[in-house]
């Protein structure tokens, strides 16, 4: 896995992903799961979405 999400969008995904997640818990609904996504991309650095369309927000 090669990293191609930048530090700025990590931290977006972390934030966003934490936030669904917690949506998710108080209203009791399945729908926070999908909070795991942007959380694992963001926690990993990498977007395997991103690698399919060749795109990499990462600087380096």
Do not use: D
């Not at 991309?41 to 795109?55: D, E, H, Q, V």
């Amino acid at each position: 896995m090669k990293i191609n999400v930048g530090s700025t969008e990590r931290t977006l995904r972390i934030i966003a992903g934490i936030i669904i997640i917690g949506i998710g818990v108080y209203y009791q609904s399945w729908w926070g799961v999908i909070g795991v996504v942007p959380l694992l991309t963001g926690l990993f650095r990498f977007c395997p979405l991103y690698s399919i369309l060749g795109m990499n927000t990462c600087r380096r």
